[in-house]
């Protein structure tokens, strides 16, 4: 653990802010992405100026493919890679409660051993508590689901591992936020965040100055840009898809499982085909990058994420897809076992890293406006 929270005294952060202070003088990547022209309104490169920058960091290591001081060069610029250090022992630093900010020791392995273990402790324990009769027998008509597990263990496994999931993170950006910039004095907030949003929803640092990230090797592409947006609005479309279902359920009187054609099955089927696209996609790049500009403990963590994220959108499609047959009560228990895994261990591993980069990009966004 001390590796990831020690920060600066084990030489993660200070080999940072040794190469971002070579990249202030330098000033060739400013074109590439906001982090530069972030760093030159931090000088200082404290702590907290560090783990800044390194959120806003996309990781399109289009800047170490351009830096005239990359290795062989004495002075060895990677800085892809030390950011990605800095922006995982962040993580760390950050998590709350703090008891639990060991799992990101892992380089990825506890993630995936304990997003493991809560599918299977669910699934069992549902296998366990209903009558065979009911779990491998064809459940259809209305209430379908709920014959398998009640709908108040669903609503109530479901809520309380949500709103575990959003206090944690929430207070570890509120940490986050404090730590990045605790005398920042800010005059309005609305311009700034139709800015922030924008660069979010489009991915704009994630061009790597116009043609893309270098992910196939040395050569940009715009594919990691793709599938992301894949995932992201496909997880996007799956939440909307949860909350049609609500409304279905309390507004209308009307029981899962629904039709094909009705708005919850609609928006989950294409969120979840997305999602898989997405991930597919990204897992694809990952053997294809170059490992040189990549921090091995937060790509295998990034690895595990995806595997979790998968599961989540394959187990769904397959619950629609077997959701009349025998198969539907175990394929029921093993989504809802993949969601309560990806809402309890969102704050714990490579997941968390859209709520901070959010963070640093309102941050970037509000400071240059101030300026």
């Known amino acids: 653990m001390g590796r990831l929270d020690a920060g600066v005294s084990d030489g993660i952060g200070a080999e940072a802010r040794r190469q971002l202070a070579i990249c202030n003088i330098c000033n ?8 530069f022209a972030a760093a030159e309104r931090r000088p200082r490169l404290t702590d907290g100026d560090l783990d800044h920058l390194a959120n806003l960091c996309h990781h399109c290591r289009s800047c170490l493919y351009d830096c005239q001081y990359a290795p062989p060069h004495p002075f060895a610029l990677n800085l892809p890679r030390a950011l990605a250090r800095q922006r995982w022992a962040s993580y760390a630093r950050y998590a709350w409660p703090r008891g639990l900010a060991p799992v990101f020791a892992g380089n990825g392995r ?6 493991a273990g809560v599918v299977l402790i669910f699934t069992l324990a549902v296998v366990a508590t209903v009558p065979a009769a009911a779990l491998f027998a064809p459940q259809t008509g209305p209430g379908a689901f709920y014959r398998v597990v009640p709908w108040w263990l669903m609503v109530t496994a479901a809520g309380l591992s949500f709103g575990f999931s959003v206090l944690a993170i929430g207070a570890g950006v509120r940490r986050f936020w404090r730590a990045t910039a605790p005398d920042a004095a800010i005059s309005s907030y609305r311009p700034a965040l139709m800015r922030a949003a924008l660069d979010l929803l ?29 995932l992201f609005y496909g997880f996007l479309l799956c939440f909307a898809a949860t909350l ?19 708005a919850p099955v609609l928006l989950g089927s294409l969120g979840g085909i997305g999602m898989l696209i997405g991930c597919v996609g990204l897992l694809w790049l990952r053997r294809r990058e170059d490992p040189v500009p990549t921090d091995p403990d937060s790509r295998s963590a990034d690895v595990a994420a995806l595997w979790l994220l998968l599961a989540v959108a394959g187990t769904g499609l397959a619950l629609l897809a077997l959701r009349t047959t025998a198969a539907m009560g175990l394929v029921l228990a093993l989504h809802l076992g993949t969601i ?8 714990y591993g490579k997941l968390v890293h859209g709520a901070y ?8 966004a509000l400071e240059a406006r101030r300026r």
């Open 28 to 35: 060739y990547c400013n074109g590439l992405c906001a982090v």
């Open 357 to 364: 980069r959010g963070a640093a990009v309102l941050r970037d």
């Open 202 to 230: 489009t991915l704009k640092n994630q061009q790597g100055g116009g043609p893309g990230c270098a992910d196939l090797d040395h050569r940009p592409s715009r594919l990691r840009r793709y599938c992301h947006h894949a």
């Open 244 to 262: 049609a279902a609500t409304a279905y359920h309390h507004l209308l009187g009307r029981m899962a499982p629904y039709p094909p054609l009705s």
């Open 340 to 347: 309560m895994a990806l809402f309890l261990l969102a704050p």
């Open 110 to 115: 506890s993630f995936g051993y304990l997003g």
